[in-house]
């Protein structure tokens, strides 16, 4: 029980420090056995401690914790929508406003979320 509550505190922590939209993944307990690693949502199994990038997502694998994930695309919220529209750039992970009738131009934006 008391394992589940600090796993639940560390988790209201890091979710509250976190400006982003996170998943977490609990550990696996097989047969009573504490986890060796963390499992990703493809299987594959990482080690304690570790952290990685993949397609705009930055993950880590913590022995009290478990899988955390979040998003690390930047979303433009305050801009003039009329006139501009969003363009996604994989490479940079964000999403920047382009003016609708010249998408060369940039639109000036205020805030981002992310």
Not at 13 to 27: G, H, K, N, R, S
Not at 85 to 93: A, L, R
Request: charged share 20%.
């Amino acid at each position: 029980m008391n394992t589940m509550l600090g796993v639940l505190l560390a988790l209201a922590i890091f979710v509250t420090l976190c400006d982003a939209q996170c998943t977490f993944y609990p550990l696996e307990i097989i047969d009573g056995y504490q986890a060796r690693g963390c499992r990703d949502s493809k299987g594959v199994m990482h080690d304690f401690s570790t952290q990685w990038e993949s397609d705009c997502i930055h993950c880590s694998c913590e022995e009290n914790i478990g899988l955390v994930c979040c998003t690390m695309v930047m979303r433009p919220t305050i801009y003039d929508q009329n006139e501009c529209m969003e363009i996604f750039q994989k490479e940079s992970c964000i999403y920047i406003a382009v003016n609708k009738t010249n998408p060369s131009t940039l639109c000036e934006v205020s805030q981002y979320t992310g």
